[in-house]
């Protein structure tokens, strides 16, 4: 069955405003197993669970044509809005119900999504809509983020965990899902050529803006946020304080090393 967590708009608008682009080590890794997989032509990548476009965009220098799926009206909208990619278009539609005849798709992604899917519904239409040699890369990142500032790495990392265990109880199992690496989805690939890369570290320079910014992204949060809005808002406020305090800085400009550990499903289906 399809969640439905990401529909609202005001939730959409915050994940184009927040969410960032896939990191370039990712991207590479990525394009380079499908070089060495099935090589040129690149005509067609299909984004699924594009959100507001993040890696749907970053793909297009590579491909003919990239399309970005999404079953959220909101979040495929904010994803036209942003202009100057002529090769991208836009779909609302669901991962498992797939809009593209047999043996037409070289690279298929999914970008902190796939945990959302039907296991099986997913996988069926992957392997009908890839071409033979055409490849599958399912990444996001786990939830053992840290932040680092020049002497203070525990206290803001104790800050990100309070902020984590009071989200916990908000937390689908679907997340719980993408915080075990796709494990489960990993197995299910029938290819045999297949690989789970579990840690590619990452290091982002984020504003105090950004981290509360990205945290308001979070499917917890905004539960949490329409459980309690009083103390979901409250949460956000004194995060940001708190971290203000302790780089003793005023503005929420400041910047803080952000580590995040990527993960990578990559798998090739045979000829
Ligand atoms: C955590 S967001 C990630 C969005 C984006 N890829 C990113 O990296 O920021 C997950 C997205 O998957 C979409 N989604 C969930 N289930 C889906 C399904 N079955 N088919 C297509 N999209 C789905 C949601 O609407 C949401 O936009």
Not at 23 to 37: F, G, R, S, T, V
Not at 111 to 129: L, N
Request: aromatic share 10%; net charge negative; hydrophobic share 35%.
């Amino acid at each position: 069955m399809t969640c439905r967590m990401f529909e609202d708009k005001q939730h959409a608008s915050l994940y184009q405003k927040y969410r960032f682009d896939p990191p370039d080590e990712l991207k590479e890794l990525i394009l380079q197993y499908l070089e060495k997989k099935k090589g040129k032509p690149h005509q067609l990548a299909v984004d699924l669970g594009c959100g507001t476009g993040q890696n749907s965009r970053s793909l297009t220098p590579y491909f003919q044509q990239v399309v970005g799926i999404d079953v959220s009206e909101s979040q495929v909208e904010e994803a036209r809005a942003v202009p100057g990619f002529p090769n991208l278009s836009y779909r609302v539609g669901t991962a498992e119900n797939l809009p593209f005849p047999d043996g037409s798709v070289d690279l298929l992604t999914a970008a902190s999504a796939a945990h959302w899917f039907d296991t099986e519904g997913f996988i069926k239409e992957a392997v009908r809509v890839l071409k033979p040699h055409g490849c599958l890369a399912l990444f996001g990142y786990g939830d053992n983020m840290k932040m680092h500032h020049e002497s203070c790495g525990d206290q803001l990392n104790n800050i990100y965990e309070e902020v984590k265990q009071i989200l916990l109880p908000y937390t689908s199992t679907r997340v719980t899902g993408a915080n075990s690496k796709l494990k489960d989805l990993f197995e299910a690939i029938p290819f045999p050529d297949k690989e789970r890369i579990e840690i590619i570290p990452i290091k982002l320079q984020l504003s105090i803006k950004n981290v509360t910014g990205f945290i308001q992204t979070f499917s917890m949060y905004q539960a949490y946020l329409r459980a309690d809005p009083n103390a979901a808002t409250a949460l956000l406020e004194k995060t940001a304080s708190r971290i203000l305090d302790e780089l003793k800085v005023s503005s929420t400009e400041a910047k803080v090393d952000f580590i995040m550990e990527y993960f990578c499903v990559l798998a090739c289906k045979p000829e």
